[in-house]
């Protein structure tokens, strides 16, 4: 059994500490919502793990992540470790290692899937940095990751940056599968066709080639919400979608899916697109088209 | 100077009108609407006709033209010709010329363009069926299309329905560079790092690479409408960004820039398409993530 | 236990047979190929069942599925039925109907997912029909479906056309799917940041948002071949990609990953497209960009 | 008439030096060229231009700029003023323009479009800086720019960036375009519907919405080589196409016609790219479908 630090008690963290503890863990916990943090402070937490520590960070990637390793690379001693678990960009690593470093302080990048569902199932796991250190780490991840052969749900990627580079292309991946599933529901709908959309698409679960467990989430909402109008069609994106776009032109890979689905995300927040006004302006123009006026 | 007899006044029908009269050319138009026909029938049209005739059909494509052309079938003679310069999908040519040819009618389909700047400007014309039928009807030709070198605004492009497929694929690339500069405009909008968008884009008008009339009149809605917030970005899609798209499928072409021009105004009318409220719905089912609830 | 008639024993339709049997049906067989065949024709193979007969079509989609179905119409009599387990297009599937309709000859379309590894997984099927009829060959869609309860296996999709239907719509995900993956592969592969590619993807079959079925393939694939270099990227694709598309474009839904995958696999089978060639001309015209010359 | 520095005499400064030279200014050219410049080194360069200075850069962006920027910055003096003409990305602009600020040196930067051609045809001008700069560079802009009305060919963007900024969005567009050209040109040669594709093209200059200067370069291409197979569809990108896809992922804004432009041009470069292996291996798994092996 092994002692953690765990910052960060958000829904994932929260869980996490959760599944820890029931494999027989020790976790400190801090929050800045004093109702689930085991301490009161950074400081707080440092002092209460014994040396050689192991830290991780598990609150929003960009800003609030690179301050919690500036603020650990002052509390932390030589010999201690710090694994970010959090949707951190892969070139933030790096940086953090580099700083840690300077102080003897290891440091792990770690890609986390699985959402809620993680707590129960598992979570999988994807690790840059040092092979020693990703040994030191190993009954955290040991304990996270899901039940059966440690391969099929964890790897150790790479160098520092590698486990979230790994991340954010299975989310780029993500997008994609969504996407794919949301068309065809949608072609499913619009056809009418198919009598009973939501039978089918539970009668893929076994057998077929499009069996996964996005489809078995597809099933559930549809359980719940058999047309699934109690949603708005309005779609959020996390950092992890663009990036996978950059690299993707930083490498000269062409990725029409995956911005396909970036982009369906991006217009499924605006109303009436500048670009589509600029259509209907273009087709007013050469045609005389019959076009809609605003307040028409 | 040679005679036509023109089915259909509409918007484009009336201009041709009187662009082909200004010519020298005497034209016999026939309407439903009675305010702009100069006959009152399609018999009373053949019988104002000196043979051996030429009838050109501007009528919306499908069933009314199909139909007029039967209908002509039965009241035209051998050695008389007709033109369907509508908007017809191709493979209806070879029918209507069918039909015709039993009664040794001649036919060309001429795919038109220009919409209503074609009055002054004259139209682009592509033009399929038999040379000797196209010679037959070169006057007209010459009367409708452009100023300057004949074969800068008008091509026999083949065998019948040759025309009309030129004519769509002229259509499917009219898509996609009304997008690229749609998008482009949109770009502009949102980045406001460019002060005067409407200054930029007038000033493409000479010396770029873009430079072009889809370009000059989008400086013309700009100059009406600086944002061009007075119309809404629902733009409608006539047959041949489909069969355009279609014709991709059928050659194994890829198509990507005319497909996203065309699924580009399919989303442009959905409001909260079910793909996306599938893909909110899937996100939800995950990660917890916040979702916008219906009337939330 | 039941008994059935099975045309077509290739690839599908031979392992269909053995898992039919394996779960005590009896199956007569018919094959051009007599090394398969049980019988020497479709008469010997009709004479072979008892009435009301059942018969399973598994042959090519198009032409041969509507020539034996032809042929079935003068064999069979009022009373038995007719099961199409091909790809065909949804559309064939009335014309199937009618013509046996007339003959009082009863019609399901049945859509079959599973590939290869239906033999002992079972396959995934998607019915279209009348319920009465769905009820008569329940036992056999019970043998060919994979364990596990039937609703996650098996659907009753619709009227006849609908299980067709759902198969197409099925395989277009698919097609978004498996470029999805392929598109993350790449990336991880050009951009090295990740040192071992298939244990990161190995690492994701459990816990993570993209395990899936297909994921497991990739697993497998990359165990056998790490970079996946004994194939040649040249993808063919079969209709259901493109029907999905002109489902599309019918029902004017937009279908960006769809279409981006059945594209991907156009290019895939291209040398310098015409396209590219044209984009190249085009920069080589406007700004003396260097350009490959061919044999250069 | 006024004088000029101009700091690189590759294919478009060389052409520009002409230009001015035509229209009566004084230019002083410098490139590393011996056979080309007029001076010896930028000291040199300086040397010989009277204060207050305008120095015009038109060397490849990125590093070869900045350092030239860097290197005026030490030569220049108070008053004068650089105007960087080249294809740099609009974030250099603003690390250009306070460098030499903290010298008092004026800063503008300049996209310019026309290639080749703009000798002859004057170049299209995008400019972003100050007013007062802008107007003091006027007579070299009026010089450069078609002729014509001033704004239809040059626009004063915005503050420093803005110029090049939407010399990037121009360019973005631009890549949209050629690529639906190239779409609808592949199209008619694969469908061979049209007999004579070359005219067809030609006969679009005039009268139809595709018209444009890119439409007329095709066709000069089409002159030289009917079927464009002098050329292989290799095509190259610059940085625009890339840097306006980066704008789209952060301004959230979707742009499909432009990635897939810029991604057609990616895999014209590749042979059996890493993703579509990938989906021949995922077929071969699942469907035992036939692939292509290597040497096959």
């Known amino acids: 059994m092994v002692q953690l630090g765990l910052i960060g008690l958000g829904k994932m963290g929260f869980n996490m500490r959760e599944r820890l503890r029931a494999a027989g863990h020790e976790v400190v916990g801090y929050d800045r919502n004093p109702d689930v943090s085991d301490t009161t402070s950074l400081e707080d937490l440092v002092s209460k793990l014994d040396a050689p520590r192991i830290v991780w960070i598990m609150v929003p990637a960009g800003e609030p992540t690179r301050a ?9 001693a030589a010999g201690d470790m710090v694994i970010d678990g959090g949707n951190s960009k892969y070139t933030d690593d790096k940086l953090n290692a580099d700083l840690l470093a300077a102080k003897s302080i290891g440091y792990l990048d770690c890609g986390v899937s699985g959402g809620v569902w993680g707590k129960d199932n598992g979570y999988g ?35 520092v940056g590698a486990g979230h580079y790994a991340k954010m292309i299975h989310n780029g991946i993500e997008y994609g599968m969504m996407q794919a599933f949301a068309e065809g529901f ?10 009973d959309v939501p039978a089918v698409i539970k009668g ?20 719940e919400d058999p047309e699934l109008d109690d949603l708005e069609g309005y779609v959020e994106d996390s950092g992890e979608g663009r990036w996978t776009l950059e690299e993707a032109i930083n490498n000269a890979v062409p990725a029409p899916v995956i911005s396909a689905a970036l982009f369906a995300r991006f217009a499924s927040r605006q109303e009436h697109s500048a670009a589509m006004r600029a259509v209907a302006a273009l087709r007013n123009q050469f045609g005389g088209h019959a076009v809609k006026k605003v307040g028409g």
């Open 68 to 76: 919690t390793v500036t603020e650990l690379s002052n509390l932390l």
């Open 186 to 195: 949608e072609l499913l709908e619009a056809a009418k066709v198919v009598k």
């Open 204 to 223: 893929w679960q076994r057998g077929t080639v499009v069996r996964s467990w996005l489809l078995d989430l597809l099933v559930r909402a549809l359980d």
């Open 125 to 159: 796991l994807m690790v840059g940095g040092a092979a020693s250190d990703v040994e030191k780490a190993m009954p955290i991840f040991d304990a996270l990751r899901p039940d059966g052969p440690r391969e099929e749900g964890f790897s150790h990627a790479g160098d």
